[in-house]
């Protein structure tokens, strides 16, 4: 059974941090993890990814700030936002793909940036 449990989301203040966690089970040759976020009335966008190599890639407005890392051994990828500003408030989805081209949704986790 697939499944992507998705944590740490919560309220903080602008300049703040939080620390995002997201479990992959039952899912095989993973090759990319990632943060997307999708803000009210707005897209859904790529926040972050990671290769099963450790390459990184980020959007610009989070470089800096945000750092996302995975544990291959424990199918986990990890997203540390520093600095969290007020435009970084969203739901936060995790998201993986295999090698076989098959992509997998968390259910999402809210982040409210707000004093």
């Known amino acids: 059974q697939v499944q992507l449990v998705e944590s740490g989301g919560g309220l903080v203040q602008p300049g703040g941090s939080l620390r995002l966690s997201c479990a992959a089970s039952?899912?095989?040759?993973?090759?990319?993890m990632a943060w997307y976020r999708q803000a009210p009335g707005k897209q859904r966008e790529l926040v972050a990814d990671i290769m099963s190599s450790g390459t990184t890639n980020y959007v610009d407005s989070v470089k800096g700030r945000f750092t996302i890392s995975r544990d291959n051994d424990e199918n986990t990828v990890y997203l540390q936002m520093n600095s969290l500003k007020l435009e970084d408030a969203a739901v936060y989805y995790c998201n993986v793909r295999t090698y076989d081209f098959l992509s997998y949704w968390g259910q999402g986790t809210q982040v409210t940036v707000s004093s």
């Open positions: 039952g899912i095989f040759s993973i090759k990319t």
